[in-house]
């Protein structure tokens, strides 16, 4: 099993931006679809976006589309998440997991990271 971490969160203004990273190690990160998910206080966590190890096939939460971008550089073993036009609903902790290939947004492992906390404030 891969391990991972997030990075990036902070606190930015309604309309600002951010780029989560999410950094692996322990085993063949290309071999991976990875995907981002977060989880907003008294909410379940919901998945974000998705890609598959290639980068060549990605899947975005109708709730991001055309914010966010999803991108990872497999020399670096590393997923990134760029966030634009941010608004407060986009508040929470985001997570990075790997993803089943098929629809690239059920996440594979049983445990999870940290995550990183992104808060927007209007």
């Known amino acids: 099993q891969v391990q991972l971490v997030e990075s990036g969160g902070g606190l930015v203004q309604t309309g600002g931006s951010l780029r989560l990273s999410c950094t692996a190690s322990?085993?063949?990160?290309?071999?991976?679809?990875m995907g981002w998910f977060r989880q907003a206080p008294g909410k379940d966590r919901e998945f974000v976006a998705g890609?598959?190890?290639?980068?060549?096939?990605?899947n975005y939460a109708d709730s991001v589309k055309g914010r966010f971008t999803i991108f990872r550089d497999n020399a670096k073993d590393t997923m990134y998440l760029q966030m634009n036009s941010l608004k407060p609903e986009d508040t929470a902790i985001y997570y990075c997991n790997a993803v089943k290939v098929l629809a690239l947004s059920t996440p594979l492992f049983n445990s999870w990271g940290q995550g990183t906390q992104v808060t927007v404030s209007s």
């Open positions: 322990g085993r063949t990160f290309s071999s991976y679809a």
């Open positions: 890609i598959n190890g290639s980068g060549s096939r990605i």
